[in-house]
Protein backbone atom coordinates (compact mmCIF):
# COMPACT_ATOMS: atom_id res chain seq x y z
CA UNK A 1 0.00 0.00 0.00
CA UNK A 2 3.03 2.63 1.12
CA UNK A 3 4.71 1.41 -2.34
CA UNK A 4 2.25 2.05 -4.70
CA UNK A 5 0.23 5.38 -3.75
CA UNK A 6 1.43 8.44 -2.77
CA UNK A 7 -1.13 8.84 -0.35
CA UNK A 8 -0.28 6.10 1.57
CA UNK A 9 3.46 6.81 0.86
CA UNK A 10 2.72 10.08 2.76
CA UNK A 11 1.31 8.93 5.82
CA UNK A 12 3.60 6.25 6.37
CA UNK A 13 6.53 8.91 5.61
CA UNK A 14 4.60 11.18 8.68
CA UNK A 15 4.39 8.11 10.96
CA UNK A 16 8.24 7.42 10.54
CA UNK A 17 8.65 11.22 11.00
CA UNK A 18 7.02 11.07 14.19
CA UNK A 19 8.36 8.03 16.23
CA UNK A 20 11.88 8.87 15.03
CA UNK A 21 11.25 12.27 16.76
CA UNK A 22 10.10 10.01 19.77
CA UNK A 23 13.65 7.80 19.87
CA UNK A 24 15.72 10.66 18.75
CA UNK A 25 14.42 12.43 22.20
CA UNK A 26 14.63 9.25 23.89
CA UNK A 27 18.17 9.00 23.43
CA UNK A 28 19.54 12.01 23.95
CA UNK A 29 18.09 12.28 27.25
CA UNK A 30 21.21 9.86 27.83
CA UNK A 31 23.47 12.69 29.47
CA UNK A 32 21.15 14.27 31.07
CA UNK A 33 18.51 11.27 32.39
CA UNK A 34 19.52 10.50 36.10
CA UNK A 35 18.54 6.94 36.79
CA UNK A 36 14.83 6.55 37.63
CA UNK A 37 14.19 5.83 41.67
CA UNK A 38 13.76 2.05 41.93
CA UNK A 39 10.78 0.66 42.68
CA UNK A 40 8.84 0.94 45.74
CA UNK A 41 10.36 -1.90 48.46
CA UNK A 42 8.00 -4.29 47.59
CA UNK A 43 8.35 -6.93 50.49
CA UNK A 44 7.66 -3.74 52.92
CA UNK A 45 4.34 -3.52 51.52
CA UNK A 46 3.81 -7.25 51.57
CA UNK A 47 5.20 -6.87 55.52
CA UNK A 48 2.30 -3.81 55.87
CA UNK A 49 -0.34 -6.18 54.28
CA UNK A 50 0.53 -9.36 56.40
CA UNK A 51 0.37 -7.15 59.21
CA UNK A 52 -3.00 -5.98 58.40
CA UNK A 53 -4.35 -9.26 57.35
CA UNK A 54 -3.44 -10.39 60.68
CA UNK A 55 -5.23 -7.35 62.65
CA UNK A 56 -8.18 -8.14 60.64
CA UNK A 57 -8.36 -11.86 62.17
CA UNK A 58 -8.20 -9.72 65.68
CA UNK A 59 -10.91 -7.88 64.83
CA UNK A 60 -12.92 -10.39 64.08
CA UNK A 61 -12.75 -12.23 66.71
CA UNK A 62 -13.45 -9.01 68.90
CA UNK A 63 -16.61 -8.42 65.99
CA UNK A 64 -17.38 -12.42 66.73
CA UNK A 65 -17.14 -12.06 70.58
CA UNK A 66 -19.14 -8.68 70.95
CA UNK A 67 -21.80 -10.05 69.27
CA UNK A 68 -21.82 -13.62 71.46
CA UNK A 69 -22.34 -11.35 74.40
CA UNK A 70 -24.72 -8.86 72.65
CA UNK A 71 -26.84 -11.90 71.82
CA UNK A 72 -26.75 -13.19 75.58
CA UNK A 73 -27.94 -10.50 76.88
CA UNK A 74 -31.09 -10.90 74.91
CA UNK A 75 -30.33 -8.86 71.41
CA UNK A 76 -31.53 -10.76 68.20
CA UNK A 77 -29.33 -11.85 65.61
CA UNK A 78 -30.82 -9.47 62.60
CA UNK A 79 -30.54 -6.17 64.82
CA UNK A 80 -26.63 -6.73 65.67
CA UNK A 81 -26.40 -7.42 62.07
CA UNK A 82 -28.01 -4.19 61.16
CA UNK A 83 -25.70 -2.20 64.48
CA UNK A 84 -22.91 -4.08 62.32
CA UNK A 85 -23.70 -2.72 59.13
CA UNK A 86 -25.21 0.76 59.67
CA UNK A 87 -21.44 1.23 61.83
CA UNK A 88 -19.76 0.62 58.60
CA UNK A 89 -21.80 2.50 56.38
CA UNK A 90 -21.28 5.44 58.19
CA UNK A 91 -17.42 5.39 59.30
CA UNK A 92 -17.14 4.63 55.22
CA UNK A 93 -19.39 7.61 54.35
CA UNK A 94 -17.63 10.34 56.47
CA UNK A 95 -14.08 8.88 55.04
CA UNK A 96 -15.67 9.01 51.18
CA UNK A 97 -17.20 12.42 51.57
CA UNK A 98 -13.15 13.65 53.46
CA UNK A 99 -11.55 11.77 50.67
CA UNK A 100 -13.96 13.64 47.94
CA UNK A 101 -14.42 9.94 46.34
CA UNK A 102 -17.30 9.38 44.02
CA UNK A 103 -19.16 6.77 46.49
CA UNK A 104 -20.61 5.06 43.24
CA UNK A 105 -16.84 4.09 42.47
CA UNK A 106 -15.55 3.29 39.16
CA UNK A 107 -15.93 -0.22 38.62
CA UNK A 108 -19.44 -0.10 39.76
CA UNK A 109 -20.71 -3.52 38.25
CA UNK A 110 -17.79 -5.09 40.74
CA UNK A 111 -18.84 -2.87 43.59
CA UNK A 112 -22.39 -4.56 43.56
CA UNK A 113 -20.83 -8.05 43.20
CA UNK A 114 -18.96 -7.06 46.38
CA UNK A 115 -21.85 -5.92 47.86
CA UNK A 116 -24.51 -8.33 46.91
CA UNK A 117 -22.00 -11.54 47.43
CA UNK A 118 -21.11 -9.86 51.10
CA UNK A 119 -24.80 -9.53 52.18
CA UNK A 120 -25.54 -12.80 50.89
CA UNK A 121 -22.29 -14.34 52.84
CA UNK A 122 -24.21 -13.07 56.02
CA UNK A 123 -27.62 -13.84 55.12
CA UNK A 124 -26.06 -17.67 54.72
CA UNK A 125 -23.84 -18.02 57.99
CA UNK A 126 -26.55 -17.12 59.91
CA UNK A 127 -28.89 -20.19 57.97
CA UNK A 128 -26.30 -22.51 58.32
CA UNK A 129 -26.18 -21.67 61.87
CA UNK A 130 -29.99 -22.52 62.57
CA UNK A 131 -29.34 -25.62 60.81
CA UNK A 132 -25.92 -27.11 62.07
CA UNK A 133 -24.19 -26.85 65.02
CA UNK A 134 -21.47 -24.12 65.45
CA UNK A 135 -18.37 -26.07 65.11
CA UNK A 136 -19.38 -27.67 61.89
CA UNK A 137 -20.49 -23.79 60.43
CA UNK A 138 -17.03 -22.91 61.75
CA UNK A 139 -14.82 -25.77 59.94
CA UNK A 140 -17.17 -25.38 56.28
CA UNK A 141 -16.44 -21.78 56.78
CA UNK A 142 -12.67 -21.97 56.52
CA UNK A 143 -12.81 -23.79 53.40
CA UNK A 144 -12.46 -20.01 51.70
CA UNK A 145 -8.99 -19.99 51.63
CA UNK A 146 -9.18 -23.20 49.94
CA UNK A 147 -11.55 -21.75 47.13
CA UNK A 148 -9.58 -18.09 46.88
CA UNK A 149 -6.33 -20.78 46.09
CA UNK A 150 -7.61 -22.68 43.76
CA UNK A 151 -9.83 -19.50 41.58
CA UNK A 152 -7.25 -17.00 42.13
CA UNK A 153 -5.10 -17.74 38.73
CA UNK A 154 -8.27 -17.40 37.20
CA UNK A 155 -10.02 -14.54 38.51
CA UNK A 156 -7.21 -12.10 39.68
CA UNK A 157 -4.25 -13.79 37.67
CA UNK A 158 -2.42 -15.05 40.57
CA UNK A 159 -0.80 -18.01 40.68
CA UNK A 160 -0.33 -18.95 44.62
CA UNK A 161 2.76 -20.16 45.58
CA UNK A 162 3.41 -23.84 46.26
CA UNK A 163 4.09 -23.00 50.46
CA UNK A 164 0.42 -21.25 50.38
CA UNK A 165 -1.14 -24.82 48.40
CA UNK A 166 0.81 -27.17 50.65
CA UNK A 167 -0.26 -25.14 54.09
CA UNK A 168 -4.11 -24.78 53.42
CA UNK A 169 -4.54 -28.24 53.61
CA UNK A 170 -2.02 -28.37 57.07
CA UNK A 171 -4.27 -25.49 58.25
CA UNK A 172 -7.50 -27.27 57.64
CA UNK A 173 -6.22 -29.70 59.45
CA UNK A 174 -5.48 -27.83 62.60
CA UNK A 175 -9.03 -26.53 62.03
CA UNK A 176 -10.55 -29.68 62.60
CA UNK A 177 -8.58 -30.24 65.50
CA UNK A 178 -9.35 -26.90 66.73
CA UNK A 179 -13.07 -26.90 66.84
CA UNK A 180 -14.05 -30.65 66.70
CA UNK A 181 -16.98 -30.64 64.41
CA UNK A 182 -19.98 -33.52 64.78
CA UNK A 183 -19.62 -35.47 61.48
CA UNK A 184 -15.89 -36.72 62.34
CA UNK A 185 -15.69 -36.50 66.44
CA UNK A 186 -19.39 -37.88 66.45
CA UNK A 187 -22.68 -36.04 67.59
CA UNK A 188 -25.68 -37.45 68.61
CA UNK A 189 -27.99 -36.39 65.14
CA UNK A 190 -26.86 -36.74 61.37
CA UNK A 191 -25.93 -33.21 59.91
CA UNK A 192 -28.46 -31.51 57.75
CA UNK A 193 -27.61 -31.82 54.16
CA UNK A 194 -29.27 -28.63 53.30
CA UNK A 195 -27.17 -26.86 56.04
CA UNK A 196 -23.83 -28.37 54.83
CA UNK A 197 -24.50 -27.08 51.30
CA UNK A 198 -25.87 -23.53 52.55
CA UNK A 199 -22.28 -23.89 54.60
CA UNK A 200 -20.51 -24.53 51.54
CA UNK A 201 -22.22 -22.02 49.43
CA UNK A 202 -21.46 -19.51 52.29
CA UNK A 203 -17.46 -20.09 51.92
CA UNK A 204 -17.66 -19.88 48.44
CA UNK A 205 -18.99 -16.32 48.62
CA UNK A 206 -16.41 -15.42 50.99
CA UNK A 207 -13.89 -16.04 48.57
CA UNK A 208 -15.84 -14.56 46.09
CA UNK A 209 -15.76 -11.26 48.21
CA UNK A 210 -12.12 -11.58 48.97
CA UNK A 211 -11.28 -12.25 45.03
CA UNK A 212 -13.59 -9.00 44.27
CA UNK A 213 -11.89 -6.59 46.69
CA UNK A 214 -8.37 -7.97 45.57
CA UNK A 215 -9.24 -6.75 41.75
CA UNK A 216 -10.76 -3.94 42.99
CA UNK A 217 -7.32 -2.52 45.02
CA UNK A 218 -6.18 -0.40 41.53
CA UNK A 219 -9.56 1.23 40.83
CA UNK A 220 -11.34 1.54 44.09
CA UNK A 221 -10.46 2.87 47.55
CA UNK A 222 -10.48 1.32 50.48
CA UNK A 223 -13.90 3.28 52.08
CA UNK A 224 -15.51 3.04 48.36
CA UNK A 225 -15.37 -0.16 48.88
CA UNK A 226 -16.27 -1.06 52.49
CA UNK A 227 -19.20 1.90 51.72
CA UNK A 228 -20.82 -0.34 48.89
CA UNK A 229 -20.66 -3.41 51.78
CA UNK A 230 -22.04 -1.68 54.49
CA UNK A 231 -25.24 -0.04 52.52
CA UNK A 232 -26.25 -3.59 50.64
CA UNK A 233 -25.86 -4.87 54.24
CA UNK A 234 -27.84 -2.15 55.48
CA UNK A 235 -30.62 -2.32 53.25
CA UNK A 236 -31.03 -6.13 53.96
CA UNK A 237 -30.93 -6.27 57.40
CA UNK A 238 -33.49 -3.42 57.68
CA UNK A 239 -36.16 -5.12 56.14
CA UNK A 240 -35.18 -8.10 57.77
CA UNK A 241 -35.95 -6.51 61.15
CA UNK A 242 -38.81 -4.98 59.88
CA UNK A 243 -40.41 -8.28 58.22
CA UNK A 244 -39.28 -10.92 60.55
CA UNK A 245 -40.89 -11.39 63.93
CA UNK A 246 -38.75 -10.73 67.17
CA UNK A 247 -35.89 -9.43 65.32
CA UNK A 248 -36.03 -5.81 66.51
CA UNK A 249 -35.72 -5.46 70.48
CA UNK A 250 -35.70 -1.58 71.48
CA UNK A 251 -32.10 -1.58 73.58
CA UNK A 252 -32.68 -0.57 76.60
CA UNK A 253 -29.74 -1.21 78.95
CA UNK A 254 -26.80 0.89 78.41
CA UNK A 255 -24.80 -3.01 78.42
CA UNK A 256 -27.01 -3.59 75.27
CA UNK A 257 -26.05 -0.09 73.64
CA UNK A 258 -22.17 -0.47 74.52
CA UNK A 259 -22.37 -4.26 73.22
CA UNK A 260 -23.90 -2.91 69.77
CA UNK A 261 -21.73 0.03 69.45
CA UNK A 262 -18.56 -2.37 70.03
CA UNK A 263 -19.76 -4.61 67.32
CA UNK A 264 -20.03 -2.26 64.66
CA UNK A 265 -16.56 -0.36 65.60
CA UNK A 266 -15.22 -3.99 65.33
CA UNK A 267 -16.57 -4.65 62.59
CA UNK A 268 -15.67 -1.52 60.64
CA UNK A 269 -12.19 -1.74 61.68
CA UNK A 270 -12.18 -5.60 60.64
CA UNK A 271 -13.60 -4.28 56.90
CA UNK A 272 -10.67 -1.71 56.93
CA UNK A 273 -7.66 -4.04 58.33
CA UNK A 274 -9.05 -6.75 55.55
CA UNK A 275 -9.39 -4.60 52.92
CA UNK A 276 -6.12 -2.84 53.34
CA UNK A 277 -4.50 -6.30 53.59
CA UNK A 278 -5.72 -7.49 50.20
CA UNK A 279 -4.39 -4.19 48.52
CA UNK A 280 -1.07 -4.81 49.48
CA UNK A 281 -0.92 -8.91 49.56
CA UNK A 282 -1.88 -11.65 47.03
CA UNK A 283 -5.37 -12.85 47.43
CA UNK A 284 -4.42 -17.03 48.00
CA UNK A 285 -1.84 -15.76 52.06
CA UNK A 286 -4.29 -13.23 52.80
CA UNK A 287 -6.90 -16.12 52.78
CA UNK A 288 -4.85 -18.05 54.61
CA UNK A 289 -3.81 -15.38 57.72
CA UNK A 290 -7.89 -16.30 58.33
CA UNK A 291 -7.10 -19.15 60.09
CA UNK A 292 -6.01 -17.31 62.76
CA UNK A 293 -9.20 -16.84 63.64
CA UNK A 294 -9.28 -20.02 65.45
CA UNK A 295 -6.64 -19.01 67.55
CA UNK A 296 -7.73 -16.11 68.62
CA UNK A 297 -11.14 -17.39 69.45
CA UNK A 298 -9.76 -20.05 71.35
CA UNK A 299 -8.11 -17.43 73.35
CA UNK A 300 -11.13 -15.17 74.10
CA UNK A 301 -12.97 -18.52 75.13
CA UNK A 302 -10.31 -18.53 77.99
CA UNK A 303 -10.23 -14.85 79.03
CA UNK A 304 -13.96 -13.78 78.38
CA UNK A 305 -15.94 -16.67 78.71
CA UNK A 306 -13.93 -18.97 80.79
CA UNK A 307 -13.76 -21.72 78.39
CA UNK A 308 -10.65 -24.41 78.79
CA UNK A 309 -10.13 -26.25 75.86
CA UNK A 310 -8.59 -29.38 75.40
CA UNK A 311 -5.29 -30.57 73.89
CA UNK A 312 -6.25 -31.55 70.95
CA UNK A 313 -7.51 -28.04 70.92
CA UNK A 314 -4.33 -26.55 71.47
CA UNK A 315 -2.72 -28.86 69.30
CA UNK A 316 -5.06 -28.05 66.42
CA UNK A 317 -4.10 -24.09 66.93
CA UNK A 318 -0.24 -24.72 67.05
CA UNK A 319 -1.02 -26.40 63.97
CA UNK A 320 -2.56 -23.28 62.54
CA UNK A 321 0.23 -20.98 63.76
CA UNK A 322 2.80 -23.08 62.28
CA UNK A 323 1.55 -23.55 58.94
CA UNK A 324 0.10 -19.62 58.79
CA UNK A 325 3.82 -18.38 59.82
CA UNK A 326 5.36 -20.62 57.07
CA UNK A 327 3.08 -18.71 54.31
CA UNK A 328 3.88 -15.48 55.58
CA UNK A 329 7.48 -16.50 55.84
CA UNK A 330 7.15 -17.60 52.25
CA UNK A 331 5.46 -14.91 50.94
CA UNK A 332 8.01 -12.32 52.08
CA UNK A 333 10.80 -14.60 51.15
CA UNK A 334 9.43 -14.03 47.91
CA UNK A 335 8.38 -10.15 47.98
CA UNK A 336 12.09 -9.49 48.57
CA UNK A 337 13.68 -11.66 45.29
CA UNK A 338 10.80 -9.97 43.16
CA UNK A 339 11.92 -6.79 44.55
CA UNK A 340 15.70 -7.17 44.00
CA UNK A 341 15.14 -8.40 40.28
CA UNK A 342 12.69 -5.51 39.85
CA UNK A 343 15.65 -3.25 40.70
CA UNK A 344 18.40 -4.79 39.40
CA UNK A 345 16.04 -4.63 36.04
CA UNK A 346 15.41 -1.10 36.53
CA UNK A 347 19.08 -0.38 36.86
CA UNK A 348 19.90 -2.03 33.96
CA UNK A 349 17.60 0.07 31.76
CA UNK A 350 18.62 3.28 33.15
CA UNK A 351 22.11 2.36 32.33
CA UNK A 352 21.54 1.92 28.48
CA UNK A 353 20.55 5.88 28.72
CA UNK A 354 24.10 6.93 29.67
CA UNK A 355 25.64 6.39 26.33
CA UNK A 356 28.97 8.46 24.64
CA UNK A 357 28.25 10.92 22.02
CA UNK A 358 29.67 8.38 19.51
CA UNK A 359 27.39 5.46 20.49
CA UNK A 360 24.28 7.38 20.74
CA UNK A 361 24.86 8.85 17.49
CA UNK A 362 25.13 4.93 16.07
CA UNK A 363 21.82 4.12 17.96
CA UNK A 364 20.17 7.13 16.88
CA UNK A 365 21.28 6.28 12.95
CA UNK A 366 20.35 1.97 13.47
CA UNK A 367 17.32 2.80 15.17
CA UNK A 368 16.17 5.39 12.59
CA UNK A 369 16.66 3.02 9.40
CA UNK A 370 14.99 0.01 11.49
CA UNK A 371 12.08 2.11 11.68
CA UNK A 372 11.80 3.96 8.47
CA UNK A 373 11.92 0.47 7.11
CA UNK A 374 8.46 -0.52 9.04
CA UNK A 375 6.86 2.57 8.25
CA UNK A 376 7.35 2.23 4.76
CA UNK A 377 7.17 -1.30 3.86
CA UNK A 378 10.04 -1.19 1.88
CA UNK A 379 13.00 -4.21 1.04
CA UNK A 380 16.54 -4.53 3.13
CA UNK A 381 18.76 -2.76 1.00
CA UNK A 382 15.86 -0.35 -0.38
CA UNK A 383 14.93 0.48 3.97
CA UNK A 384 18.57 1.90 4.05
CA UNK A 385 19.15 4.46 1.57
CA UNK A 386 15.72 5.66 2.54
CA UNK A 387 16.46 6.00 6.06
CA UNK A 388 19.89 7.49 5.19
CA UNK A 389 18.09 10.19 3.17
CA UNK A 390 15.72 10.70 5.64
CA UNK A 391 18.13 11.60 8.42
CA UNK A 392 20.61 13.37 6.29
Known sequence: YSRHTSGGRKEALASYSRVSDEVTGLVEQGDSTQPQPLQKDVSHQAFIGTVFNVLSTIMSM?????????????LPVMEIVLARSVSMLMFSAATVAYQGHDPRGNRRRLLVVRGCCGTLGISLWYTALMLLPLTDVVV??????????????VVVREIPSKMVMAMTPVCILGVILSVQPTFLFGGEQRLNTLGV??????ACVAATVKLVVRELRTSESSAVIIFTAGLYATVVSSLACAVVPGQWVTPRTWQQIVLLIATGLSAYIFQLFMTMGLRRVRAAPAAATAYLTVVWGMAAGILVFHEIPTLLSILGALVICLGTLAVILSETWQSRQQRRKDGADQEAAASTLNFPDEERSNLLRRSSVELAGKALGSPKSRTASNGERSIK
Open 140 to 153: FGFLTPLVVALASP
Open 197 to 202: VIAIAQ
Open 62 to 74: LMGSCAKLAAEHG
